[in-house]
Structures are given as C-alpha cells and as structure tokens.
C-alpha cells in the first residue's frame, strides 16, 4: 500500500526556522514526483512546488519561490518542507501527495494528478 | 485571487445532477490535462478525475471530467449527502511553469 505520513504539527515563533516531513512508502520514491500544496484556514489549495527524487530537481510556484525550500533524501523515502524564517503568514496546513509524471519540459510538465496524499501538518506561527 | 475561476458553490437535491465549471485560459486548461479533488471535511483532498476524463481505480462512475477549450467540468450524478465537500479543479500552468489550482467548489447536497 502506498503511503506518505507527515510528521506531527508544529507552533513555532516568527524568524524560526522550520523542517516537515513527507515519509513515504509502498512504492519506488525516486521515481515519482513529490508535491507540497498549502491551505489555509477555510481557504483554497495552492500548489507550492514539486521535487523528483530521482534527481533533486524541483520546480516552485513563483508566489513561493524564494519563501521554502523543498528536499528530499532518498536513502529514507522521505520528502521535506523548509522556511529559514518563519512568518505569521505562514500559518497553515500543508500536504504532500504523490504526483506522477510522464516529462518535465522547461515550460511545464506533464502529470497524472496528485494521486495518494499525506495527512497534512498543521503550522502555527505565532508570537 | 487563483489562475483558474471555479463557482464558490453549487447546490442540488439528492438524487440529482451536478456540474461544476473551472475556467482558465491558453496557457493552462487549454494546452494541458485537468484534474479534480475531492476534499472532505476534516480530511486531505483526494484525486478524482485526471487526464480531463479519467477515474482513477476505485472512483465511482457518478463521477465524470471533461474540457474543451479553456474550461473544465466536473459532474456529478446521483448526488448522496456523502458527496457533500469542497471540489478543486488543477493543471499545470506552462506561463507560470508551475502547478495551479482553482479556488474551490463548496457542494451543498440539499
């Protein structure tokens, strides 16, 4: 059974740093996209950015380009979320989810949506 | 403010039939593959719909995608209280090179 369980939520204060995590089992990580989407409270979903673990590469949203940093380590099958500075802005649930793909060009690429999800972690920043 | 226009919500009695529009322009629907998600209350979004049309395994038949230009529908027959949920169409946005989302459907099964 294929599975990615997201490490527990986290209240942090504003300029702290934060890691998630994204472990993932059931299948072969390396070789499918990983995607980290945000929701605020009682908002919408926004797509953040993807990683192929394969090869490291990512791709971001430009509204999140800059503000996250997203990873992974293949020897664990576990993705990661990071901020180096936390805003209050920041506050939210984030998910990751599978995303399989077919090719990447320079301009976009071409995927199967979002397939098996993580449970979500809650991010409080707050003074 | 999302790349893609999805109607705040839809409403229809059980039993019933529901559609739910997602716009958006060239340089998303129209050029790339639509998914939808359904998203419970309380719980992660899931894949209902990729490829514009497709039903991943276990997805019932009530539900159906489909596009044509720059727009995207979801429908949803034999409506049941359990379908009550928020809907979110997504693509790929090749002018931002990025994913996107609309902005969410909230269905309200009267």
């Known amino acids: 059974e294929v599975q990615l369980v997201q490490s527990e939520a986290e209240l942090k204060k504003p300029g702290e740093s934060l890691k998630i995590s994204c472990k993932t089992s059931?299948?072969?990580?390396?070789?499918?996209?990983i995607a980290w989407v945000r929701q605020m409270s009682g908002k919408g979903l926004e797509w953040m950015g993807i990683i192929y673990p394969h090869n490291s590469e990512t791709r971001y949203s430009p509204s999140f380009q800059g503000h996250v940093t997203i990873s992974a380590d293949k020897s664990i099958s576990t993705a990661y979320l990071q901020w180096s500075s936390l805003k209050a802005s920041d506050t939210a649930m984030y998910y990751c989810a599978r995303l399989p793909v077919g090719y990447c060009s320079d301009s976009n690429c071409r995927d199967y949506g979002m397939d098996v999800w993580g449970q979500g972690t809650t991010v409080t920043v707050s003074s | 403010q999302s790349v893609l226009t999805q109607p705040p919500s839809v409403s229809a009695a059980p039993g019933q039939k529901v559609t739910i529009s997602c716009s958006g322009d060239?340089?998303?629907?129209?050029?790339?593959?639509v998914s939808w998600y359904q998203q419970l209350p309380g719980t992660a979004p899931k894949l209902l719909i990729y490829?514009?049309?497709k039903r991943p395994s276990g997805i019932s038949d009530r539900f159906s995608g489909s596009k044509s230009g720059t727009s995207a529908t979801l429908g949803i027959t034999g409506l049941q209280t359990g379908d009550e949920a928020d809907y979110y169409c997504g693509t790929w946005d090749s002018g931002l090179s990025a994913g996107v989302f609309g902005g969410g459907t909230k269905l309200t099964v009267l």
């Open positions: 490829d514009n049309t």
């Open positions: 059931g299948y072969n990580f390396a070789s499918y996209w």
């Open positions: 060239s340089y998303n629907i129209e050029r790339n593959f």
